[in-house]
């Protein structure tokens, strides 16, 4: 296993019977806070009967044998509309899980452009910001005008017609990416946090 | 001829030859004040010699047999960097030519938010907002959540890459429309100007 | 709150729990007529055990605390077919609720001219005209062409094959622009309802 | 060689040496109204000088050793705007050259839908009709609706931004074909004109 | 109603009590062998209960108060595989009920050329040919190769993959258009059947 | 250098200087027979004063220090069109230069199927076929349903309107490799003729 | 019946009836070992109380009549991920049946190199390789600058967002085609398996 | 102007002039070293003329008032072939330029795989790492699962045929944002470089 990977499991095309197989494995070779993304309450449940499972609905992904992490730095995670938040979840747990402090700012996207304004202690003063949106996606822009730290673009597939399932917000994202901001896959929540993660524990270069 | 239609020469796909010709039977007719859209500096050189007409090559349209014009009521038309001013002004003029008071606010764009929201006062007060923007066009969408007038979203084709010549940005606005947006065509700063005169002249209602 | 914008709940990606939660804070503060768009039966049914509450299945959206509305003005909504008649109904009842009078003309669409031109008289003394079509679109041209007021194009993602969900209609509608013609995403009866409604209620200019 | 094709060189991508060997051994063989396509003005030049030739610079197509045909039956070729004439002309010849009658109506678009009323005669008195558009390409649909035999739409590629060179002319004819329209590549007023006489000169069914 | 026109029910976004409404009232002023396509089986159960109907299953069409009808002509219906025979029954039932003669050739596609060359006979005595093909739709430009009458393709959304719903084989057809062949939308049967009927009853031009 | 790999330059995107200099350290260390592809007359013509080369204009290719190649077994290169054999030469030479040999049969495409039945003998008796074709690409499924060996199919950009630049014919393409065919980029002619190379040059498993 | 082409009925658009009865055709003409891809269990069990016969769920494909098979050459199915495994088998059984040997790679994408480089030993002694992948499909460009002999590349619908349902990786792997490798559809097992096995089987050419 | 922000002129869409201005007045308020991105030999002449210039033809960027930057920490710059150096040098000057040391592994793409594992010990010990690549894009995807810092991908949109311009090799690199990687718009060399300055200059957290 290569270092600084997590141990995280995804869900989304594996059975049960597959992820409990893989998850008693690791438990055997001692990995605790194990995510397993992209599951469904049921396969939770069937999960929770065999190891200790903190399943978060939202975010639809699991920690499994959990443990007590201490968060470090300052992650922001930000969403334009409440529909978002799922995928922020997924984003904010993950970073969590790996040992980062993350606040979460949601519905503050630009169609209410105050709601924004006035939480911009906490964005200002983050270390890496995960700016979360579908439809126009003009979150990321707004945001990338603001802080001066990277931030991560999520495209999501919310919304309907010319939202064309995320990629309207995908390629608005991509076309703001001068100062700052660079893009994950439409929904990759677990990317987007992964990456904030690890760019949030860097540590000062030796020269 | 439809009343409420401006005397207005679509220029893109015709000779000089045949500008003129049209040009010298509407001058005819006793029309003023004639838009010639889309033509560049040479068949505008070409006209000049047989028509009084001021041309503006930022916008690359003529007006002909060119009259003093009152501006009424208050349309803004904003832009978010230096490179939409060209479909801006294509806008504007044909507004001003129609008849209507217009107010430039460019290079506003979100990436640098500060420079819109130092300008709100004349946003605020405008009848009608044209915002014309490229790339992410998230223009559309911040002016959107500010004003409570009509809006009306002109992509336009600068960028690159993932711009797809005005998709993205066009994408982009037609998911911003929920609270008194439209959208028209890529780079139509023609028809945005004129619709926005058509709004700004509206008359109250009878009852 | 941002005055003119209308109390209005997007449905869509909320629980019935959720809606009902906004709605009885919405009452608190003494709103009446308020929208929830985007909803079922189920949720409506749920939603109406709770308030008083006027549902429309045709248009999937309810007035919750519905008081009597006076219409001003004149809107026309036209459709191309009857399947375009639900996005119709969530322009038609959104200006309605906002104080607009509305005048329906469905299934007008180009295949039989005759019915359009059968019914020229309302549509020439519209002050704002909503033109809602799925599969060519053709509608938004041809009323385009003969009214002279505003208007807004509605592309519906009825159709198969190469209607491709709509964006054959859109981009029909997108390219008909040139003369006072507007476009709003896929079946978003809503946004061209309030939009017209915005334009409809505008007072003449101070000068 | 089959017959009932007609004797026609595609010139777009051959030489204009190529070609001209290709017309002598046609011409030695006995050939004559011969369609030469999509070639300039310096290519027809060349050709003229080894064979009579009369070039048609709009529809950029020449017959090779022309000789008088006489029309039969009825076919119309009518456009939407001016822009899309060459495309249309590309049609007309090539039906005329294989002994067609044809009718031109030329400009008569939906956006000023009289042009194309005040026309009705020969439309509907028509044995094809050749709806040739760009842009949004409603008029294929409104003819369609008009008329009771054939209608063949040829999409353009005038147009700009979301005309998508031809694209979205394309998708709305395929739209329409309900009620007796069919459709043929953009800007193939070659494939138009050739299927039209085929249609045109029908003869009754025996039984 | 314009003469020409079938009778016909475009049942798809229809509910069974308005389709039974609208053959009532068909009914009542004399109409028969009226087409409903796009419906199911249990449609059809409902309005067999109320109208004398022939259903369809594999067209998914009925025949509602059915008439014996003779057919004229020579229409040949032919499929490059067995998946297409369903939109290919559309265009064949749609073309007898108007009074065609209708010769099916199924699943004669080109990966097994010899079952499509041993079929000559029918193939070369059509007045109109009807080819009907998913995938990669080579069919179309095959037929239209071999025989001299007017060709009508239909591409379905037969495939998976790179066969994206039917686009592919529409863009196929598109392309072969030069020598008599023209195209409908992806699984337009009616369209193509009823286009057929048109062209196979045409009568010889006066002159 | 890996084994099997012939030596061959990308010409496109490289200033003459750079080959020259590449082909300089080849000859150095022994290479012969190397390929130089998409190049101009230009750059070969300043190749050429320091090389034996031998350009191939229609192919845009170069034959570095050209030595007699024998050619083993048996490739046929097919084209739909004259269009096309530019690409077709491209695979040929890289093919023969890599010790294949190589029958070529253009022109045989299925507008005039007759051609290709006409030569079935060459195509029947083949180790592997390319067949290289643009606008519907309908070629290679014919040619794949006739032969039993691997077919190598290149999709061309040669077409205009919906042949996409090649989209269209690599879509048809990728629907017909049930039986035996795969697909190279578009007009990538020297990937089908290296690998058909590797294909015919196979010799029989050990067991 | 062509010789080499295998015994195989593509399920998917048949019913289990129209299944059943072409294999009792095959087997009273003596088939054996025939292949029926694309069904689901439920189908598998209706037939399998009729025929001998062996279902691979995770391929969706059945072995009817089944006879054992010796494996000639070798042939590698490599697949990025486990999710993509259900293709690989497609491949992998078919190729088998067929008469090939077949080693499985499977999981042995380049998110996890190592798992690559540690199996080199098959791979590089393979005679035909399939890499199968889905999401950004890099295992075929690695795949194919490791070995000498063909490679061909199976694209998969495997991920979310910009996989956009196996074109993401269908595009990668067309732009890795030039050194000996080529590409099916997405999803295509069975077409790589029978390609595959075609090649696996040539013998040496004569001369 | 915000802090943090480089000093630097998108040059593509403005005049010479309007770049000499813009210069003139940052000079005036002391900027040293300001980037000029986008801009040819002719313009980079003009400029030269009036101030300090250093001009990288490769990058297509001048480098204006150029002062000595002393650079820190470590980011790899690697590139998949010679034609995505143009990108790459942006990229690598844009990061000195901003204080940072920067590595460059040109041409490692995965068709030689041994180029790429030959360099390993920069790649493991860099803080960042920029690929960039066009066609396929699988450089992004087997560097980001060597290394285990924040890899930053840049498609390119060198490549022909299915490249699409860059889109094939940006829909690659999206779905490989799994464990570290994110991706900026095609072509945008700036846009990565600024980035990867903004993390290879992060300090150590406070807690
Ligand atoms: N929700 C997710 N979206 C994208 N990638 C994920 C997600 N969850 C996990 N991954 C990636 O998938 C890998 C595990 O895949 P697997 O071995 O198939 O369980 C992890 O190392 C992550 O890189
Ligand atoms: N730049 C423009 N873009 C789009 N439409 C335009 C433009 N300029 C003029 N038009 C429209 O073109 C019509 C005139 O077209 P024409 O008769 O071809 O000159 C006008 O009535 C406008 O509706
Ligand atoms: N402008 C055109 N567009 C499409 N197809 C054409 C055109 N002109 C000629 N053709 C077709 O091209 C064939 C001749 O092609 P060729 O043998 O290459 O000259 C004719 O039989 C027509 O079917
Ligand atoms: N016309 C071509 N199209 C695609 N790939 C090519 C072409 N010509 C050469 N190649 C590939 O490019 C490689 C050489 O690239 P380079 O090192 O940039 O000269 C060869 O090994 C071939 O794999
Ligand atoms: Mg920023
Ligand atoms: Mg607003
Ligand atoms: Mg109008
Ligand atoms: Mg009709
Ligand atoms: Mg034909
Ligand atoms: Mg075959
Ligand atoms: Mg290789
Ligand atoms: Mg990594």
Do not use: W
């Amino acid at each position: 296993v290569r270092q600084g990977v997590p141990e995280v499991i995804y869900g989304q095309s594996k059975t049960k019977e597959q992820i409990g197989g893989i998850l008693a494995a690791m438990e055997k070779r001692g990995s605790r806070n194990i995510l397993v993304t992209r599951i469904g309450q049921e396969v939770a449940d069937y999960l929770a009967e065999q190891f200790p499972l903190r399943y978060e609905p939202l975010a639809k992904l699991a920690v499994a044998l959990p443990e007590p992490v201490k968060g470090h730095g300052s992650i922001v995670v930000a969403t334009g509309g409440t529909s978002d938040m799922g995928v922020a979840e997924e984003a904010a747990i993950t970073a969590e899980t790996l040992g980062n402090r993350v606040t979460r700012l949601y519905d503050v996207g630009v169609a209410g452009l105050h709601r924004l304004l006035g939480n911009l202690e906490p964005l200002m003063s983050a270390r890496v910001v995960i700016a979360v949106a579908g439809m126009e996606g003009a979150l990321a822009s707004v945001v990338g005008g603001l802080v001066d730290c990277p931030v991560i673009a999520v495209p999501t597939s919310v919304g309907y017609g010319a939202s064309l399932g995320g990629i309207s917000a995908l390629l608005s994202m991509l076309n703001s990416c001068a100062s700052g901001t660079s893009v994950v896959n439409i929904d990759n929540g677990f990317g987007a946090g992964f990456l904030a993660g690890r760019i949030n524990q860097m540590e000062s270069a030796k020269e």
